[in-house]
């Protein structure tokens, strides 16, 4: 090639390689400062698009898991609720069968009968307040509690329950069969109890799965840019230098002019 003093095409190659070598020390320092190899669409379109829909998924699993505990309160307040009727309930059919066998004796059963018309009371009491968050745990809540992204994952929530409605009239049959029927029911509360636990964890291990699904995607590994950015800072180096002695070599000709 001919010696020019208009066009120094060493200096352009090397200018040229120069600009290269900046631009992938500028990605390599952004990888070390932000953790990321994909830190935004221009890295990667395709990628920053999945991790994104990725996070907004992790983000809804927030929400759900809300309602999830929202609802495992309702079922836990309906349990303890159904618990202290049942102590009543058991101690009511001892009262009852205590008063058949005093009438039938011609005995006073009127602190037993007084007994009753408490428990009752406290049975009463405990059925009104098996709520929380103004949900009854004694009444179904259809699609009460959502448990998934699908907006069809929902699980109905409580038990129709109503207060037996007992008095110191009662007779033990009249106790017993409000016993079986709330047995039924701490039955179905302890089953939706189990069954939000359970959805509670997988939904816990899926978020898990997702960050780690999305470092995958786009975390950087630390020392392999590290390494990098070591080997780009000597070549930018090297670029420097073999631009500048590019630059020298038009200032050269004038030697044949002297």
Same mark, same amino acid.
């Given at each position: 090639?001919?010696?020019?003093?208009?066009?120094?095409?060493?200096?352009?190659?090397?200018?040229?390689?120069?600009?290269?070598?900046?631009?992938?020390?500028?990605?390599?320092?952004?990888?070390?400062?932000?953790?990321?190899?994909?830190?935004?669409?221009?890295?990667?379109?395709?990628?920053?698009?999945?991790?994104?829909?990725?996070?907004?998924?992790?983000?809804?699993?927030?929400?759900?898991?809300?309602?999830?505990?929202?609802?495992?309160?309702?079922?836990?307040? /309906?349990? +303890? #609720? *159904?618990?202290?009727?049942? !102590?009543?309930?058991?101690?009511?059919? @001892? =009262? %009852?069968?205590? $008063?058949? &066998? /005093?009438? +039938? #004796? *011609?005995?006073?059963?009127? !602190?037993?009968?007084?007994?009753?018309? @408490? =428990? %009752?009371?406290? $049975?009463? &009491?405990?059925?009104? #307040?098996?709520?929380?968050?103004?949900?009854?745990?004694?009444?179904?809540?259809?699609?009460?509690?959502?448990?998934?992204?699908?907006?069809?994952?929902?699980?109905?929530?409580?038990?129709?329950?109503?207060?037996?409605?007992?008095?110191?009239?009662?007779?033990?049959?009249?106790?017993?069969?409000?016993?079986?029927?709330?047995?039924?029911?701490?039955?179905?509360?302890?089953?939706?109890?189990?069954?939000?636990?359970?959805?509670?964890?997988?939904?816990?291990?899926?978020?898990?799965?997702?960050?780690?699904?999305?470092?995958?995607?786009?975390?950087?590994?630390?020392?392999?840019?590290?390494?990098?950015?070591?080997?780009?800072?000597?070549?930018?180096?090297?670029?420097?230098?073999?631009?500048?002695?590019?630059?020298?070599?038009?200032?050269?000709?004038?030697?044949?002019?002297?």
């Amino acid at each position: 090639m001919a010696n020019s003093i208009n066009t120094n095409y060493g200096a352009q190659i090397a200018l040229q390689n120069l600009n290269a070598t900046n631009k992938a020390l500028e990605t390599t320092q952004n990888r070390v400062n932000t953790g990321q190899k994909v830190s935004s669409a221009k890295d990667n379109g395709a990628i920053w698009a999945v991790a994104q829909t990725l996070r907004a998924d992790m983000g809804a699993l927030d929400a759900v898991q809300n309602s999830i505990q929202r609802g495992r309160s309702v079922v836990d307040v /309906g349990l +303890a #609720a *159904g618990d202290t009727i049942m !102590a009543a309930l058991s101690e009511m059919k @001892a =009262l %009852a069968v205590a $008063i058949e &066998a /005093g009438t +039938a #004796a *011609g005995e006073d059963t009127t !602190a037993y009968e007084t007994d009753m018309t @408490a =428990l %009752a009371a406290e $049975i009463t &009491a405990a059925h009104g #307040a098996a709520k929380f968050d103004d949900v009854n745990a004694f009444a179904v809540s259809t699609g009460g509690v959502r448990t998934g992204l699908d907006s069809a994952s929902t699980v109905d929530l409580g038990v129709a329950y109503a207060d037996p409605a007992l008095t110191s009239a009662s007779t033990a049959d009249d106790v017993q069969a409000a016993i079986d029927g709330l047995a039924t029911v701490m039955q179905e509360l302890g089953t939706q109890s189990k069954t939000l636990d359970r959805q509670l964890t997988f939904n816990t291990k899926l978020q898990d799965a997702m960050e780690t699904g999305i470092g995958n995607l786009v975390d950087a590994d630390l020392a392999k840019e590290s390494a990098r950015l070591t080997a780009l800072q000597t070549k930018q180096q090297l670029g420097v230098q073999a631009l500048s002695i590019a630059n020298q070599s038009s200032s050269m000709l004038l030697g044949l002019f002297r």
